[in-house]
Nanobody
Framework: QVQLVESGGGLVQAGGSLRLSCQAS????????MGWFRQFPGKEREFVGA????????QYRDSVKGRFTISRDNAKNTLYLQMSILRPEDTAVYFC??????????????????WGQGTQVTVSS
């Protein structure tokens, strides 16, 4: 099975940028569609965005469109989430996740079998 480890979280001022990385090991990243989710305190995880196995198709939740960009480097087994124009309401724990439906984008977390441990993103106002 694939193991996922996120990195790149931290504290940033509103309007700033961060890039999260998700390093995959154990299986090729190209075997999976990959998603980013986030979780606010006391809330369920929500879909942020995802892309298909070769990055050919990408989808985002409306509130991050134009600000967040998902990309992947399958040769490096790494998924990225470039976050710009960050807002305090983006503060959350961010998770990457792998779905075996490699050619399809799923927004439901139940479609994703493998998860990283999460990385905290805090945006100050």
């Amino acid at each position: 099975q694939v193991q996922l480890v996120e990195s790149g979280g931290g504290l940033v001022q509103a309007g700033g940028s961060l890039r999260l990385s998700c390093q995959a090991s154990g299986r090729p990243l190209s075997w999976y569609a990959m998603g980013w989710f986030r979780q606010f305190p006391g809330k369920e995880r929500e879909f942020v965005g995802a892309n298909t196995w070769n990055g050919g198709s990408t989808q985002y939740r409306d509130s991050v469109k134009g600000r967040f960009t998902i990309s992947r480097d399958n040769a490096k087994n790494t998924l990225y989430l470039q976050m710009s124009i960050l807002r305090p309401e983006d503060t959350a724990v961010y998770f990457c996740a792998a779905s075996r439906n490699k050619g399809r984008i799923d927004v439901g977390e139940y479609e994703y079998k493998y998860w990283g441990q999460g990385t905290q993103v805090t945006v100050s106002s």
